[in-house]
C-alpha cells in the first residue's frame, strides 16, 4: 500500500497548478475523493482512491504511463507473437509494462494508444463511450455518392450492420472516415462490402488524440493535458 500523500499535492503533481491555485479547487468543492465533497486536508492513496476535478476523474497513480505510437506496416497489436512478428510493445520503453489500446491489423498504419492504465483503456475501448477513431482510407476506384451514402448510414456485415459512420471524399480514391465502434478489420470490410477495398489504411485520431508529426516507428509520451482530455471524452458512455 502506497503512503497517502494530501490532496493538494498529488493534484498538483499531475499538473492541475501549484499547491496554492489546487488549494483553492478544492475550497471551492469542485475535487471529490471516492463520489464525497474533498476538504482541505484530506489525503489520498493513490493505489485505492477515486479523485475526480469538476466530476472527471483524474490520473494520480506516479506509475501509469501513457504513450502514442505511431504504428508502421508489418507490426502488430499485441505483447508477443508466436509467429515472431514484430510487435508495438517492443517499439515503446520496456521498463513499465504496457498494453495497447485497442488493435490495428498489420497492415493498418497510424496511431495507437499504449498504456498500464486500465480503467481508461476500458472506457477508449467500449464503444458505449462512442469515442471516436479517424482514419484515411485509400480504396481502389472511385466511391459513387451511394457508396458513400451506404458508409455513413451502415454496412451490413456478417456481424451485423455498422453503427452510422461520418465519412467525406478527400480525393476520388482516399476517403477520411470517422467511427467510433472497435471491429475487427472494421474499415477495410465497410470499404469491401460497397465494392473499393483499401489499398493503405492510416489511424490519424482517437478521441482528441492526433499528432502529424510524429514519424512512423516513433512514440511519445502523453502530456498531462492529453490524459485528462482522453479522460474528459469518455467521462460519460453514450
Known amino acids: 500500500m502506497s503512503e497517502p500523500e494530501r490532496l493538494q499535492r498529488v493534484l498538483s503533481r499531475v499538473g492541475f497548478g501549484s499547491r496554492r491555485v489546487c488549494e483553492d479547487l478544492i ?19 493513490w493505489e485505492q482512491d477515486r479523485v ?5 476523474a483524474i490520473g494520480v497513480r506516479p506509475d501509469q504511463v501513457y504513450f502514442l505510437l505511431n504504428k508502421p506496416v508489418g507490426v502488430v ?13 517492443q517499439l515503446v520503453p520496456d521498463d513499465i509494462r504496457v498494453f495497447p489500446v485497442g488493435r490495428l491489423d498489420a497492415d493498418t498504419e497510424g496511431l495507437l494508444l499504449l498504456t498500464n492504465d486500465g480503467e481508461l483503456t476500458h472506457r477508449l475501448t467500449h464503444p458505449s463511450f462512442g469515442v471516436d477513431k479517424e482514419y484515411l482510407a485509400w480504396v481502389q476506384g472511385t466511391p459513387t455518392r451511394g457508396a458513400l451514402r451506404t458508409l ?3 454496412v451490413e456485415l456478417d ?4 453503427a452510422p459512420a461520418r465519412v467525406a471524399a478527400v480525393a476520388p480514391d482516399l476517403l477520411r472516415i470517422t467511427i ?8 477495410r470490410r465497410m470499404c ?11 489511424r490519424v485520431r482517437i478521441g482528441p488524440l492526433s499528432d502529424s508529426k510524429l514519424a512512423p516507428g516513433a512514440w ?4 498531462l493535458d492529453e490524459v485528462r482530455a482522453l479522460s474528459d471524452a469518455t467521462a460519460v458512455a453514450t
Open 77 to 89: 497489436t499485441t505483447a508477443q507473437d508466436p509467429q515472431g512478428r514484430p510487435t508495438v510493445v
Open 180 to 187: 467510433h465502434e472497435g471491429r475487427n478489420r472494421q474499415i
Open 220 to 223: 511519445r509520451r502523453l502530456e
Open 27 to 45: 475550497a471551492e468543492g469542485r475535487v471529490s475523493v471516492n463520489d464525497e465533497i474533498a476538504v482541505l486536508g484530506r489525503r489520498v492513496d
Open 152 to 154: 455513413r448510414e451502415g
Open 52 to 56: 475526480a476535478v469538476d466530476g472527471i
Open 159 to 162: 456481424d451485423g450492420i455498422t
Open 192 to 202: 469491401d462490402a460497397v465494392g473499393h477495398p483499401v489499398r493503405r489504411l492510416v
